[in-house]
């Protein structure tokens, strides 16, 4: 049963604040879960005891994401650390992911960048689909090595949103390659 004295919204409002939907969003929610507010405390309050919305939901949008991405799991990806916004993710280049010339697939590459893209567009909870992506690979990656993806907001509106994500070697930070992509946000949860 929640409590509602202990609640923290994660607000993405300029300047802080809790806004006006957030607060309706957790009313909605003790609702559902069958929890009044104390007397007296009709108020939404910030305390440092419970994240309820914000951290904890992005977090069960990552795992529900990589348990069902079929080439997140063929690639092994590893979570490193994933908010609102923004994704770090990483990969080891394995014997299976090399091309002729013996480096890593391109393929590879965008698919692992492609990953933490999803990751941070989707992590508000709303369905986000790609609508472009390019990438321009700065050199290459070699079997055993480590690539992580972090994956940055650029900008975001209540339809589209603009991402770069960088995938670096984790030894040495060279930069291997540099993505962008660019997504229509759907109205449905992403969550089943």
């Known amino acids: 049963m929640l409590e509602f004295a202990y609640i923290i919204v994660c607000s993405e409002r300029p300047g802080g604040g809790i806004g006006r939907r957030a607060g309706l969003r957790i009313l909605w929610e003790q609702s559902r879960a069958g929890s009044n507010p104390a007397p007296g405390t009709n108020k939404i309050e910030k305390s440092s005891k ?16 990589l348990e069902n991405d079929k080439v997140a799991v063929w690639l092994n990806v590893e979570l490193i650390e994933v908010k609102k916004s923004y994704a770090k993710i990483a990969m080891v280049v394995r014997e299976d992911m090399l091309n002729a010339a013996g480096i890593c697939q391109g393929g590879a590459i965008f698919s692992l960048a492609d990953f933490a893209f999803a990751l941070a567009s989707n992590s508000y909870g709303k369905v986000a689909l790609a609508t472009s992506a390019n990438i321009n690979f700065a050199n290459p990656a070699f079997k055993g090595e480590r690539l992580i993806a972090e994956a940055k907001e650029l900008n975001r509106t209540r339809r589209t949103g603009l991402y770069q994500i960088e995938v670096r070697k984790e030894e040495n930070n060279q930069l291997v390659a540099l993505f962008t992509g660019q997504v229509f946000i759907k109205d449905k949860e992403i969550l089943p």
Do not use: H
Request: aromatic share 18%; charged share 20%.
């Open 50 to 65: 419970v994240i309820f919305y914000g951290a904890v939901m992005v977090e069960k949008i990552a795992k529900f994401m």
